[in-house]
């Protein structure tokens, strides 16, 4: 059955005047790598705010229209921000790790929501985190070492497990493989391959290989609008609309 995790409805996104999204539906699915692609501006990291209310964060936005995550109305006044952002977590295009030991980083998120306080369940929880994101072995002897000393690859992936070891439903990213190079940026994208087995993963790429190589189904936006949406094969090879196949075929953007 086609039930989907994060579902817009006719969403509209206006920071003070200017329309930034306009009359968004998409359904996204469990399980899949969803890509989002389009020319710059066309509102792909707004829309990826949209699903955790980050754009709350920014002055005179409004919202109109519908976001539902696993059927909640996400935008009403009882939804709870902190434990929403938990459940849909958000990696950034630049490794946004704290000044801290990789250890404290990632117990950071475990102390914010109370999760869990007893030490040994801590630790666990933390090599499971890195396990998952492949750098428990090349990390489990210097959890003490601050962060920043890791490569950016390694800070990427310490981000990822920062964002997973809140147990999250969804993870958001936008852009993570900007900064790195093209070996890391493969990686990266072996991870979430792995990673879609247990999560449900939408990823913001300017980088249109990225998205045929990795997502199971691409969103093309352009200028606030989701112009289409569908299978990512069935995007690249046989796109419905012209705007689409202008797109990716390189004649704008
Ligand atoms: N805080 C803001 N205030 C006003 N306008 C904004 C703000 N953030 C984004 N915009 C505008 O909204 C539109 C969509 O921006 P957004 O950052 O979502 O695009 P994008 O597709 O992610 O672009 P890029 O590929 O460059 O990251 C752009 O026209 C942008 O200038
Ligand atoms: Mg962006």
Redesign the pocket.
């Known amino acids: 059955m086609d039930k989907a995790v994060i579902e817009t409805i006719r969403l509209n996104l206006y920071?003070?005047d200017?329309l930034?999204l306009e009359e968004v539906n998409i359904r996204i699915h469990r399980h899949r790598i969803t890509a989002i692609i389009?020319p710059?501006?066309?509102?792909?990291?707004?829309?990826l705010r949209c699903f955790n209310r980050m754009n709350d964060l920014?002055e005179s936005t409004k919202v109109e229209g519908q976001i539902l995550i696993e059927g909640e109305d996400i935008l009403s006044d009882k939804m709870d921000l902190i434990s929403l952002r938990k459940k849909v977590g958000m990696v950034f295009q630049r490794p946004n790790v704290f000044n801290l030991s990789i250890y404290d980083n990632l117990r950071f998120g475990l102390r914010i929501h109370r999760m869990m306080s007893e030490k040994k369940k801590i630790d666990e929880a933390v090599q499971n985190a890195l396990e998952h994101v492949g750098l428990w072995d090349e990390l489990k002897d210097r959890l003490k070492k601050n962060a920043r000393t890791l490569s950016l690859e390694q800070q990427q992936r310490l981000c990822i497990a920062r964002v997973i070891i809140l147990k999250p439903d969804i993870v958001l990213l936008d852009?993570p493989c900007s900064t790195l190079d093209p070996v890391s940026t493969l990686k990266i994208e072996e991870l979430l391959r792995i990673l879609k087995r247990d999560y449900t993963i939408v990823i913001?790429t300017?980088n249109m290989q990225q998205a045929a190589r990795v997502s199971d189904e691409t969103a093309f936006?352009h200028l606030?609008k989701l112009i289409e949406f569908a299978g990512t094969a069935e995007i690249f090879s046989n796109p419905k609309e012209k705007l689409t196949e202008n797109y990716i075929s390189g004649r704008f953007g």
């Open positions: 920071y003070g200017f930034a389009g710059s501006g066309c509102g792909k990291s707004t829309l920014v852009e913001v300017h936006m606030g």
